[in-house]
């Protein structure tokens, strides 16, 4: 059963490794403004490829508003490595080895495996489905989206525009009644 987390409350801990050999971490107080925190499904999957290509893009705008990035996956260490190097993902520092009980503690989604994908890519077992978490430098959550599928996810330079008003009216967390 997948649980909601609710805005205003803290967010679960986190500790999986990068590829640079570092740990991502949730630290309190360490994001000026917010953490972004965007989990992806995997190698496998050809829209995350495009997704993170835009975030990668886009990195020094949100840095450049006070929010630090963080990316992860329950993929291997190998499959994250080929997904940076082969997607030019040159400014995220990929996490992985996401377990599905702490992707569970998220509220994230678990699809079993299918097989191959339109681009050859044999899909994991078990895999987390897509999730965004803005998460303030208090270790609550700001905003959340949670999806069952890869399809129609919330578009980047949206959010740079979203964090823009909410920074310039002190606009406050949502749906935590």
Same mark, same amino acid.
């Given at each position: 059963?997948?649980?909601?987390?609710?805005?205003r409350q803290? !967010?679960?801990?986190l500790?999986?490794?990068?590829?640079s050999?570092?740990?991502?971490?949730?630290?309190?107080?360490?994001?000026?403004?917010?953490?972004?925190?965007?989990f992806?499904?995997?190698? #496998?999957?050809? *829209?995350c490829?495009?997704?993170?290509?835009?975030?990668?893009? *886009?990195?020094?705008?949100? !840095?450049?508003?006070?929010? %630090?990035?963080?990316?992860?996956?329950?993929?291997?260490?190998?499959r994250?490595r080929?997904?940076?190097?082969?997607?030019?993902?040159? =400014?995220?520092?990929?996490?992985?080895?996401?377990s599905e009980?702490?992707?569970?503690?998220?509220? *994230?989604?678990?699809s079993?495996?299918?097989?191959?994908?339109?681009?050859?890519?044999?899909?994991?077992?078990?895999?987390?489905?897509?999730?965004?978490?803005? %998460?303030r430098?208090d *270790?609550?959550?700001?905003?959340?989206n949670?999806?069952?599928?890869?399809?129609?996810?919330? #578009?980047?330079?949206?959010?740079?525009?979203?964090?823009?008003?909410?920074?310039? =009216?002190?606009?406050?967390a949502?749906?935590?009644?």
């Amino acid at each position: 059963m997948t649980q909601s987390l609710i805005p205003r409350q803290p !967010v679960p801990a986190l500790d999986v490794p990068q590829l640079s050999g570092n740990r991502l971490k949730l630290v309190f107080n360490e994001a000026p403004a917010f953490t972004l925190l965007v989990f992806y499904r995997g190698y #496998h999957c050809p *829209l995350c490829r495009t997704y993170l290509s835009e975030l990668n893009r *886009l990195h020094d705008d949100f !840095v450049a508003r006070g929010v %630090i990035v963080k990316v992860l996956s329950s993929d291997t260490e190998e499959r994250a490595r080929r997904a940076a190097d082969e997607w030019s993902l040159d =400014k995220l520092d990929l996490g992985y080895g996401l377990s599905e009980a702490d992707a569970r503690a998220w509220g *994230l989604y678990i699809s079993t495996g299918r097989g191959l994908t339109s681009t050859g890519v044999e899909e994991p077992a078990r895999f987390s489905e897509p999730g965004v978490f803005l %998460i303030r430098p208090d *270790l609550t959550l700001y905003w959340a989206n949670v999806q069952t599928m890869p399809f129609a996810r919330p #578009h980047f330079k949206d959010m740079l525009g979203a964090i823009d008003f909410v920074v310039a =009216k002190d606009y406050p967390a949502r749906g935590e009644a």
